[in-house]
């Protein structure tokens, strides 16, 4: 069964940092395209980063230079190293994992999310 | 950055009525668009990708239209487990852009 656990959220003061990880069974997060994307309180979805089975990163233009999405193929995992945090920063991240059968890049599983607060 | 404008932002419904909610991109993106489904405190939920394909498992009264500029997510008899927020989302280019929300509620 395919699941992805999300762990690492809490509050920081702006200008902090905070690492989120996702922790994948069932698949291999290496094979895949995997994603973050987050909910600010009361709002809308915004895809943050993306990256690719080779390697390929890709970010929102909001979060680049700040942000850096990686991977540890031994453990599993994805995270979301996230620097220079700003207020606005603060949301639900979720990781998402593109389907493999499905065409184009759109998410098939999510994690539950984990809350990221941006505070003083 | 291409721009999803979806609408209407909400719309009020009966269940067994056929609810049509669009999804306007600021440029063209071929058929590269899928429609998301979440509910409150939930992790959104695949239900059309590539414009007009049914994701596996989902109910067939759920339907996705169009290309280029233009979308349409259709619910052909809404149900009561329905009642949710939808978002498109653009797959054509990165950055990945989601529409701003179009939330379904009881009327």
């Known amino acids: 069964e395919v699941q992805l656990v999300e762990s690492g959220g809490g509050l920081v003061q702006p200008g902090g940092s905070l690492r989120l990880s996702c922790a994948a069974s069932?698949?291999?997060?290496?094979?895949?395209?995997m994603s973050w994307v987050r909910q600010a309180p009361g709002k809308g979805l915004e895809w943050v980063s993306v990256?690719?089975?080779?390697?390929?990163?890709y970010y929102a233009d909001s979060v680049k230079g700040r942000f850096t999405i990686s991977r540890d193929n031994s453990k599993n995992t994805l995270y979301l190293q996230m620097n220079s945090l700003r207020a606005e920063d603060t949301a639900v991240y979720y990781c998402?994992?593109?389907?493999?059968?499905?065409?184009?890049?759109?998410?098939?599983?999510w994690g539950q999310g984990t809350l990221v607060t941006v505070s003083s | 950055a291409i721009q999803m404008t979806q609408s209407p932002s909400s719309l009020s419904a009966s269940v067994g009525d056929r609810v049509t909610i669009t999804c306007r991109a600021s440029q063209g993106i071929r058929n590269d668009l899928g429609w998301y489904q979440q509910k409150p405190g939930k992790a959104p939920k695949l239900l059309i990708y590539?414009?007009?394909s049914l994701q596996s498992g989902v109910p067939s009264r759920f339907s996705g239209s169009g290309s280029g500029t233009d979308f349409t997510l259709t619910i052909s008899s809404l149900q009561p487990e329905d009642f949710a927020t939808y978002y498109c989302l653009q797959d054509y280019n990165y950055p990945q852009t989601f529409g701003q929300g179009t939330k379904v509620e009881i009327k």
């Open positions: 998402a994992r593109a389907g493999p059968g499905i065409t184009g890049t759109h998410f098939d599983y």
């Open positions: 590539a414009a007009s």
């Open positions: 990256i690719y089975s080779g390697g390929s990163t």
């Open positions: 069932g698949f291999t997060v290496s094979s895949n395209y």
